[in-house]
């Protein structure tokens, strides 16, 4: 019998979740079972990564970006259609608001038998001008009326979604974003931890903050500075790491000028080492203004760091307050600082705090679960 193709689609294969989610996807798919596509907009900085991959079927669309560009939108709208009457495939899978907005519609343009979405985190938030926003949500909830299967990341992304009107509750599958638990532990275990020290040009006996993603406004680095200016002023010792790059960081690197944080604020650009940056540090905290679910939250609880984040869509979910790290109101920059010097002074609560991250994520959130989750699903739906 003939294997089901599956081809997935995503807006850019930048360094993040939904993009390693993703290439881990399309890398792991069984190809005993299915045949295996992946089409994404170029520049992205997995984009060798994703060369790299045995028996995967790559292509890029050159329109396909992510801010809205009509012109573009339109052309990769065609390109994505002429793929898919070429290629034939029985399931199209996207990833993120722009694929996963051009993608579906070409799909069921060119008549693909089955159409599923993940939604990594609402391309829409709270933060948009109000047309914008009012578009995006008309638009998600029109293209779901062809969506075959909603796939969320965490539970407060399914009720929000329905709330909104966005599809129905039996279109919603619940598959966690998974985290390859079992390497994380041991590569965190395995740091050599002195030498990192020595590498970034931390003293011993510094504490370590620590965060890891995109400079862009979901992210809000500009808070992120702010609040490590204020833990400062109680805890003169310590260290705010950020590794990433983006749009951002130019406003991020005046803003350390600005509050006089050179020695305090370091920013290592985008790092392979994140085990080992865990390791490291004594605390990891997001200060993200909206996630679906944040998988450096997940990796951070593995490798024993207690959290403190803002309490946005799925981060409940994982960091419970007072038990592994703290979740707070968005915006309160006040009491997120209080928050982290609490944790950082404290040597019984922060040790209460370790013991139950450790604990925190159970075999829901691995990555080869993930995996074979979306296998029985393509299968289902392949059959039907």
């Avoid at 996207?94 to 343009?109: C, D, E, F, L, P």
């Avoid at 994140?274 to 679910?293: K, M, N, R, Y």
Wanted: glycine share 8%.
């Amino acid at each position: 019998m003939k294997k089901p193709k599956i081809i997935h689609v995503i807006t850019m294969l930048e360094l993040g979740g939904a993009q390693g989610n993703t290439l881990f996807t399309v890398a792991n798919l069984d190809r005993e079972k299915f045949e295996v596509g992946l089409i994404a907009g170029p520049g992205g900085i997995q984009d060798e990564k994703a060369r790299k991959i045995p028996n995967l079927k790559l292509e890029f669309v050159q329109a396909l970006v992510r801010p809205i560009r009509p012109l573009e939108d339109l052309t990769a709208l065609i390109h994505l259609f002429l793929i898919f009457r070429r290629e034939k495939p029985g399931i199209v899978h996207t990833h993120s608001s722009k694929a996963g907005i051009v993608g579906r519609i070409a799909a069921r343009a060119a008549g693909v038998p089955v159409i599923i979405h993940s939604i990594h985190g609402f391309g829409f938030n709270p933060y948009q001008k109000f047309f914008i926003r009012w578009i995006f949500i008309f638009l998600e909830k029109w293209i779901a009326q062809f969506t075959h299967i909603l796939i969320a990341v965490s539970q407060n992304n399914i009720e929000e979604g329905l709330k909104l009107g966005i599809g129905k509750r039996e279109q919603y599958v619940l598959i966690r974003s998974g985290v390859d638990i079992a390497k994380i532990k041991a590569n965190a275990q395995a740091a050599d931890v002195k030498s990192l020290r020595k590498n970034l040009n931390i003293p011993d006996g510094k504490k370590i903050v620590l965060t890891f993603g995109p400079f862009k406004l979901q992210k809000d680095p500009i808070s992120f500075v702010e609040i490590a200016a204020k833990v400062k002023k109680e805890i003169p010792d310590v260290i705010f790491l950020w590794s990433g790059d983006g749009d951002l960081r130019p406003k991020a690197e005046e803003k350390i000028k600005e509050l006089n944080l050179q020695d305090t604020v370091k920013i290592l650009g985008w790092r392979e080492d994140v085990p080992a940056l865990l390791s490291l540090c004594d605390l990891f905290i997001l200060t993200s203004l909206w996630e679906g679910l944040p998988r450096s939250g997940v990796e951070s609880l593995i490798a024993g760091k207690p959290v403190v984040a803002f309490s946005v869509d799925g981060v409940p979910e994982i960091v419970k307050d007072g038990v592994n790290g703290y979740v707070l109101k968005p915006g309160d920059k006040e009491g997120f600082a209080a928050r982290v010097i609490r944790i950082l002074k404290d040597p019984e609560l922060y040790k209460k705090f370790a013991q139950n991250a450790s604990k925190s994520i159970d075999a829901s959130f691995d990555i080869h679960g993930m995996v074979r989750s979306q296998e029985d699903l393509y299968t289902t739906l392949s059959r039907k």
